[in-house]
């Protein structure tokens, strides 16, 4: 059987993930129109720490999506 599995480099960390049915191991956050990896996501439940939060920021900036108000822990909302 060939298997014709899109990959997708996560935009935060190292880690590839699988975008084709069934197996989708990336997250979609339509907020921020971007998908990350599984792992960045659940990690990040409480705000994405500074690394993240800095290159999630130049994503924003560069599609011109709004940048939202820092959480009660002073990070960007995950979601
Ligand atoms: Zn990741």
Redesign the pocket.
Known sequence: MIENINMMK?P??P?EFSISPPRIDGVTIPRYQIT??R??YNMNWDGWELGREKLLIEHLKLNNIPIPHPNMNGRLPRD
């Open positions: 996560c935060f960390c880690n990350v990896c792992s960045c």
